[in-house]
């Protein structure tokens, strides 16, 4: 795993980490660029790379075969930086998992379906778990209190609105506060509202 793009607080100084995973496309400098959107937070930002800047080749709702070995590699890179994080005193309940559209769908199928449990917060830009099939709900509820800011449009052209409340729902099942709004158009956009929920976040 190459070195990930670092940004924001001092490490000793910052109360949370958070680990920003971009979209298809997109690399950690567009993840910089979003993060400077936001307000001032005592947070240290790391950010990983996608190979060739996609986490997996084909579209999310696709059977999770389909995506494979990409999808798999992907994950494994997340609890990858999420060991690395803990190493330098962030374990998971002070790391906030934050991705935008395919990184979004990346870390909350991560939260949801591969590492369950207790995080500092989710923020959830465009996107949702990964697959055509829902999540079964967990028989307790592993994210308990986690706070998620779940944020989408309407009629985004790769992120149905209907798999951003699948989401949100298996969040909720899951135990975690969930902060859900889908706002009218028809972009693939991050709002400046949303950005303001996120900071939000980060400084509660």
Same mark, same amino acid.
């Given at each position: ?5 670092? %940004?924001?607080?001092? +490490?000793? !100084?910052? #109360?949370? *980490?958070? @680990? ?7 690399? $950690? !400098? ?5 993060? &400077?959107? /936001?307000?001032?937070? +005592?947070? #240290? /930002?790391?950010?990983?790379?996608? $190979? !060739? ?33 803990? !190493? *330098? ?7 906030? @998992? %934050?991705? /935008? ?27 949702? /778990? ?7 709900? +967990?028989?307790?509820?592993?994210? *308990? ?12 052209? %790769?992120? $149905? ?8 729902? &298996? ?8 902060? @859900?709004?889908?706002? $009218? ?18 400084? &509660?």
């Amino acid at each position: 795993m190459s070195p990930m793009l670092e %940004w924001g607080a001092r +490490p000793e !100084g910052a #109360r949370v *980490a958070v @680990l920003a995973v971009h979209g298809r496309g997109g690399d $950690p !400098g567009s993840m910089r660029d979003v993060a &400077s959107r /936001f307000g001032d937070a +005592p947070v #240290r /930002f790391f950010a990983p790379e996608a $190979p !060739g800047n996609a986490w997996y080749p084909g579209g999310f709702l696709q059977p999770l075969e389909d995506n494979q070995p990409a999808l798999e590699n992907s994950l494994r890179t997340v609890g990858q930086c999420l060991d690395e994080l803990a !190493g *330098a005193g962030f374990g998971p309940e002070r790391v906030v @998992l %934050w991705g /935008f559209s395919q990184g979004a769908c990346l870390i909350s199928h991560y939260a949801l379906a591969v590492a369950p449990r207790r995080y500092a917060g989710l923020i959830v830009f465009t996107g949702g /778990f990964i697959g055509p099939d829902l999540i079964a709900d +967990p028989v307790d509820e592993p994210l *308990a209190g986690v706070p998620v800011v779940l944020r989408s449009i309407s009629e985004d052209p %790769w992120v $149905p609105r209907h798999r951003v409340e699948e989401t949100a729902a &298996s969040l909720r099942a899951a135990g975690a506060q969930v902060d @859900l709004r889908i706002d $009218p158009g028809t972009e693939h956009i991050i709002t400046d509202e949303a950005c303001e929920a996120a900071t939000r976040l980060l400084t &509660s």
